[in-house]
Nanobody, 124 residues
Framework: QVQLVESGGGLVQAGGSLRLSCAVSGRTYSRFIMGWFRQAPGKEREFVAAISWSGGMTAYADSVKGRFTISRDNAQNTVYLQMNSLKPEDTAVYYC?????????????????WGQGTQVTVSS
């Protein structure tokens, strides 16, 4: 079993920054593809970013490309999402997810483990 715990969410003004963290425990974390997803009120959960087990490959949704950066520290079993130039439309609950495979994916159903989510609210 794998446990994911997100932290770092909060309220920020438009143009500001936040860094989300996801602490991973349980099975061999370093073999996982790690991803961030988000769900705004009344909308479906959507892909935000993903990172390979080595950190050498990343993927981003077009809506966050150039503003968000995903990274991981395998020694600390933690994955991060640095969010800059935040916009009100970034307001959502952000979820960390782990995929038990070394193959990159942006598809929500392909992720096996999920955290409980952390709220990010961007005011205009």
């Amino acid at each position: 079993q794998v446990q994911l715990v997100e932290s770092g969410g909060g309220l920020v003004q438009a143009g500001g920054s936040l860094r989300l963290s996801c602490a991973v425990s349980g099975r061999t974390y370093s073999r996982f593809i790690m991803g961030w997803f988000r769900q705004a009120p009344g909308k479906e959960r959507e892909f935000v970013a993903a990172i390979s087990w080595s950190g050498g490959m990343t993927a981003y949704a077009d809506s966050v490309k150039g503003r968000f950066t995903i990274s991981r520290d395998n020694a600390q079993n933690t994955v991060y999402l640095q969010m800059n130039s935040l916009k009100p439309e970034d307001t959502a609950v952000y979820y960390c997810a782990a995929r038990g495979s070394t193959i990159m994916s942006t598809r929500l159903p392909s992720y096996d483990y999920w955290g409980q989510g952390t709220q990010v609210t961007v005011s205009s």
